[in-house]
């Protein structure tokens, strides 16, 4: 089970939007709507910002939202701000016998 | 609220064996519908999920580990534990433990610790 694919760098300059795309397989994305989304700032631990696709935790901000359209889930950050910079990671389950799949990461920079 | 924390050794010589133990505060391992994770992260890279336990002890891993690893709970001690044998330098990263609360969905983090496989 490979990687989800994700491009490796987005930016944006605050106030704006920008979409993070996440594409996996028709045994992943495509079969299920198991799709989260994790932020990591430098030398700290993922934290989860969206769940299920589209669920936002309690105490995220309505900034982040997430969707899926076949193999491909997508994370938006609306009104950039400074701290939105970080990496972001998706992640999936699978059927393959790998269960759990994470993307390959992207890096988010405020210009 | 919830926590989790990890503790073992920092340096593990090739061929032995890593041991690393979470120690989760604020809620119970044995609540049902909870999956006990380890995830690691080479230096400079992606997320890698090792496996996870179930709150009924059964266990799930990583194929491209599965041979190597083994994840337990202790439920007296309310900590749950990874042991991933015959390591080499490829195993080097950072090893997070995590809480899921479904398919994909970790809610709960520690601060990870890097483990270095180096003679």
């Known amino acids: 089970q490979s990687a989800l694919t994700q491009p490796a760098s987005v930016s944006g300059s605050p106030g704006q939007s920008i979409t993070i795309s996440c594409t996996g397989t028709?045994?992943?994305?495509?079969?299920?709507?198991?799709v989260s989304w994790y932020q990591q700032h430098p030398a700290k631990a993922p934290k989860l910002i969206i769940s299920?696709?589209?669920n936002r935790p309690s105490g995220i901000s309505n900034r982040f939202s997430g969707s899926k359209s076949g193999n491909t889930a997508s994370l938006t950050i609306s009104g950039l701000q400074a701290e939105d910079e970080a990496d972001y990671y998706c992640s999936s389950y699978t059927s393959s016998n790998t269960l759990e799949v994470f993307g390959t990461g992207t890096r988010v920079t405020v210009l | 609220q919830v926590q989790l924390q990890e503790s073992g050794p920092g340096l593990v010589k090739p061929s032995q064996t890593l041991s690393l133990t979470c120690t989760v505060s604020g809620g119970s391992i044995s609540s049902s519908g909870y999956y006990w994770s380890w995830i690691r992260q080479h230096p400079g890279k992606g997320l890698e999920w090792i496996g996870y336990i179930y709150f009924s002890g059964t266990a799930y891993y990583n194929p491209s580990l599965k041979s190597r690893v083994i994840i337990s709970l202790d439920t007296s001690q309310n900590q749950f534990s990874l042991k991933l044998s015959s390591v080499t330098a490829a195993d080097t990263a950072v090893y997070y433990c995590?809480?899921?609360?479904?398919?994909?969905?970790?809610?709960?983090w520690g601060q990870g610790t890097l483990v270095t496989v180096s003679s």
């Open positions: 028709s045994s992943d994305i495509g079969a299920y709507n198991y």
């Open positions: 299920e696709v589209t």
């Open positions: 995590a809480r899921g609360t479904g398919y994909s969905n970790y809610d709960y």
